[in-house]
């Protein structure tokens, strides 16, 4: 598989003769059916050869790389421009696991926990995942504000939690509630009130204490669900067709959100599985309110999702619907990298300013369309996944004609 890479054969021979020849050709092979392109894997090789040439110069073996092997490697390399690699790095981790899957490298080493708090992360987080059942972006969002309580606590926390006190947990919450706004505001509670939990499941705690976490005063709707007019979803769209494997994924991911009111998660968890092509319908396994439901398949989505399927979705092993557009072509599977792709798409048609960016404007434009279009709360709750039908009753709000006909005169048309 060298030739894919190196059309000269002067180049190829000097590689298959260097100190990593053989472990070379086997990695061309796999990055080549990884789908790596003739670039990317002839930059790879030649980083490769390099570090096979500095192991002989060095009198290492393989055997004799680890962790600390690479890192004075890499130290030994000019250094890269400011937020860069350098390029003699690229293509060493898929080396390193080569050698692993091997049997030639022991299995990497996970880093010791060096503080208490570390150790609390860990445990905490594999609490949310196995016995909560949190999402990925739930448990990133949950970790960095138990980070900042664990610094917050200080040496009290880590080291005895028996010692802790209500009064360190309502400072912390009402320091976190001044650099937030909206509905996270009541984040940190939670959060917080969660860890709280696990410490007295764990023993650490007596029960109790979780009472002690305020919820920062929000009122219940009020204000507007921020959405996007019907021409700024159309501009949206507009601006994010196109012909390449990016543009068709991104145009269907993005009709998703606008037209089925999907959650960001939803979006990256659907599987090609959940698509009922002969019933134009499609699945939404359970998620944040741990129930399934099924929506239609409305036309312009199915085409939409259709047409990546055929001509922009990359040939792979994964049963999710939704790929990176680059090798080896992971599935999106985090919540993040949808959202990351909605904002792109508000900023590049030029809606900004009055909504926030992400993929949850498109989910509130989905639900407030409906509610204008006549649809019952009960319906568009079923829509959206919503458990209770007071979640739903902020769209009401949006039903302006129906607002008016019930609106009382203002006191100054009547003086």
Not at 275 to 291: A, C, F, M, N, Y
Request: aromatic share 6%; net charge positive.
């Amino acid at each position: 598989m060298l030739e894919y890479g190196f059309a000269r054969p002067s180049v190829i021979t000097r590689l298959r003769r260097g100190p990593l020849g053989p472990h070379l050709e086997t990695l061309a092979t796999i990055l080549y059916q990884h789908g790596y392109t003739r670039n990317s894997i002839r930059g790879y090789l030649r980083a490769c050869a390099q570090f096979g040439r500095w192991l002989t110069q060095q009198g290492y073996t393989i055997a004799d790389v680890d962790a600390t092997l690479v890192t004075r490697y890499l130290r030994s390399l000019p250094p890269p421009p400011v937020g860069r690699s350098p390029k003699a790095a690229a293509g060493l981790p898929h080396l390193l696991t080569l050698w692993q899957q091997q049997g030639l490298l022991p299995p990497a080493v996970q880093p010791p926990l060096h503080t208490a708090a570390e150790h609390w992360l860990e445990q905490y987080t594999q609490y949310l995942e196995h016995v909560c059942g949190a999402t990925a972006s739930t448990r990133t969002r949950y970790r960095r504000i138990i980070a900042r309580f664990l610094s917050a606590c200080g040496d009290t926390g880590p080291q005895g939690w028996s010692t802790l006190q209500a009064q360190a947990i309502t400072t912390f919450i009402h320091q976190e509630a001044i650099t937030t706004h909206g509905a996270g505001r009541k984040m940190p509670s939670v959060a917080v009130r969660s860890f709280l939990r696990f410490l007295v499941g764990r023993g650490e705690l007596p029960p109790g204490l979780e009472a002690a976490v305020p919820t920062p005063r929000q009122w219940t709707h009020a204000t507007l669900p921020q959405r996007l007019t019907a021409e700024e979803v159309d501009r949206v769209l507009i601006a994010s067709t196109g012909e390449t494997p990016k543009a068709l994924r991104n145009h269907a991911l993005l009709l998703l959100l606008a037209r089925l009111g999907l959650r960001a998660h939803e979006v990256a968890s659907l599987c090609l599985d959940d698509l009922d092509w002969h019933e134009s319908r499609v699945l939404i396994r359970p998620g944040k309110t741990h129930q399934a439901r099924v929506l239609p398949l409305v036309q312009d989505v199915g085409h939409a999702v259709a047409a990546y399927l055929h001509r922009g979705r990359p040939a792979t092993t994964s049963r999710h619907v939704f790929l990176a557009c680059r090798a080896p072509f992971q599935p999106l599977t985090d919540a993040t990298a949808i959202s990351r792709i909605a904002t792109r798409a508000l900023r590049r048609a030029g809606v900004t300013g009055h909504v926030r960016l992400g993929a949850h404007t498109f989910r509130h434009t989905a639900a407030s369309q409906m509610v204008n279009r006549g649809a019952s709360f009960k319906d568009v709750a079923d829509v959206l996944g919503h458990r209770s039908l007071q979640t739903t009753g902020i769209y009401a709000k949006l039903d302006l004609d129906a607002l008016v006909a019930v609106a009382l005169p203002w006191m100054g048309d009547i003086l």
